[in-house]
Structure formats: structure tokens, C-alpha cells
């Protein structure tokens, strides 16, 4: 596994208050061949500065793009440029358990699956660890993950970019790591999900995806039109996203107070 490269893609806009602490994080990684891609959605705070002496890391590479365009551009710049044998991704205020790129691929190996993700602990702003760790189904299709709105944490995902290919983030601005989860599972891949709580993820008050009444309409367009399901299915994936935020079906949580890198 040593000679398999990992691609971490790591988009960031304005996050200069916590990117360092996300950085850190993988290069803190017990498994090494890695190269981390940040790609800079013309943030207009101090993120550059707080980045630049990381670059002396030549697994590290940072690109400042010219215009505000979005997570899902960001992305796909990222996954543009990425190298590697496996395709990670790390939100710039997420923080990684130090052999988290360990046991993940030891996992893929012996499970002999191409797209995997792990459980994952939630943090303040501040990054003291609030009571919930998300664990995810131990294996996830294309109609479960669509009919529970994304059981999928970002900020744990590999996938084998040779079994997949070249991907692209469908360029919806909310939603579009579910839209990319839906598009490898729709060909019949399933995601395995192991439990062992290998990221912290920050909840921010003013986050993209923190107003959940308008992720209402991003749902929308992203099941009627990137899926291009009906009116009905469309209709009811809207209704069950709802549900689920509302009542926590279908989520395996658990009341945990741990941090990542205390695992």
C-alpha cells in the first residue's frame, strides 16, 4: 500500500482562522505517500499567509483562483490537478485522526471496495468536541444514500480514482459532495462505511451549509435536475431530506465527547 499515493482535495475560502489546524492534521499522517491540493476560492482574509510556510512541504501545494466560483469548482480544480492512485477529501476547518489514511485504506484493502468513509465526531467553532459522533452504514447504495440525504461524511472519503476514473463535482453551489456520492454509486458501487471516528468536523454557525431550510431548493435541484429523477421521487426526496434532519432516522449517532486526535 505504500507505493499507492493519496490525493487529499482541499478546498478553503476565508478559513484562515483554522486551515493551519487542518494542514497539521495530515501532515501528522502515519501513512505518508500523500500530496495535498488547496485550492483557494479567492478568499479575502490572511488564508495565503497562513498557508505559505506549509508550502516549504513539497506534498503540498496551494492555488489561489481568480474568482469566487464555489466549493464545487474549488473541487474540481483540486481533482484537476490530483495525481494520485486514491482521491481523500478534507474541508479546511476538518481535522483528521492521525493514522486516519492507515486504517482507512488497510480497510479497502481487506473489504476489496473502492469507496469508503469512516465515522466522524462533531466540534465547536472553537474545536472542543461537542456529544455526537456520526457512524456510517457499514455498506451504502445509490437509493439509501439518496432516501437519507447524504449519510456520508465529506471530510472522510476515499475512493479509487483508478476504478472511477477522472471525476467532477457537479457545479451546483450546496450539495455537491452528495451530487458526486450519488454519481459513482448510481453505476452500482456501493460505499463501506467503517466506525472507527477518524475525523473531527467543525459545526460553524455561519458555514455554506448551514441554513437548512434553504438547502431545501438545493435538494430539489439536485434530484430533479443533476439526477434527473421525476417529479414524484424528486418530491420525496425533498420530503425524506427533512425527515431525517428533523428526526435523525436512519443516522447512527452516538453520544461521544473524544477528539479526533485523541483517538
Known amino acids: 500500500m505504500e507505493n499507492m499515493k493519496v490525493s487529499i482535495i482541499m478546498p478553503t475560502y476565508n478559513c484562515g482562522r483554522f486551515i493551519a489546524e487542518s494542514i497539521l492534521s495530515v501532515q501528522a ?11 483557494d476560492d ?28 464555489g466549493p464545487a469548482k474549488a473541487r474540481n480544480e483540486a481533482l484537476r490537478l490530483a495525481q494520485g492512485d486514491y482521491i481523500a477529501f478534507l474541508d479546511s ?9 492507515e486504517r482507512q485504506l488497510a480497510f479497502m484493502q481487506e473489504k476489496k471496495c473502492f469507496f469508503s468513509c469512516t465515522g466522524y465526531q462533531k466540534m465547536d467553532e472553537a474545536g472542543h468536541a461537542l456529544d455526537t459522533v456520526i457512524l456510517p452504514h457499514s455498506v451504502a447504495g445509490y437509493w439509501k444514500t439518496f432516501f437519507l440525504s447524504n449519510p456520508i461524511g465529506n471530510s472522510t472519503v476515499i475512493y479509487d480514482r483508478h476504478h472511477f476514473g477522472d471525476r467532477q463535482v457537479p457545479l451546483i453551489r ?3 459532495d452528495f451530487a458526486l456520492w450519488l454519481q459513482i454509486l448510481r453505476d452500482g458501487d456501493a460505499c463501506y462505511g467503517l466506525e472507527d471516528v477518524l475525523m473531527d468536523y467543525r459545526v460553524r454557525k455561519q ?22 429523477r421525476g417529479v414524484l421521487i424528486s418530491a420525496l426526496g425533498v420530503l425524506m431530506w427533512a425527515f431525517v434532519k428533523g428526526t435523525g432516522f436512519g443516522l447512527r449517532v452516538r453520544k461521544d465527547r473524544r477528539n479526533a486526535h485523541e483517538r
Open 29 to 39: 499522517q502515519t501513512y505518508e505517500n500523500w500530496e495535498l491540493w488547496i485550492t
Open 42 to 69: 479567492h478568499s479575502t482574509d490572511d488564508t495565503a499567509n497562513v498557508v505559505a510556510p506549509f508550502l516549504e512541504d513539497p506534498r503540498i501545494h496551494y492555488v489561489y483562483l481568480q474568482e469566487n466560483g
Open 93 to 101: 476547518d476538518d481535522i483528521w485522526c492521525p493514522d486516519k489514511l
Open 174 to 176: 450546496k450539495r455537491n
Open 207 to 228: 458555514s455554506v451549509s448551514s441554513n437548512k431550510l434553504g438547502l431545501a431548493k438545493y435538494h430539489w435541484e439536485l434530484y430533479r435536475h443533476v439526477e434527473k
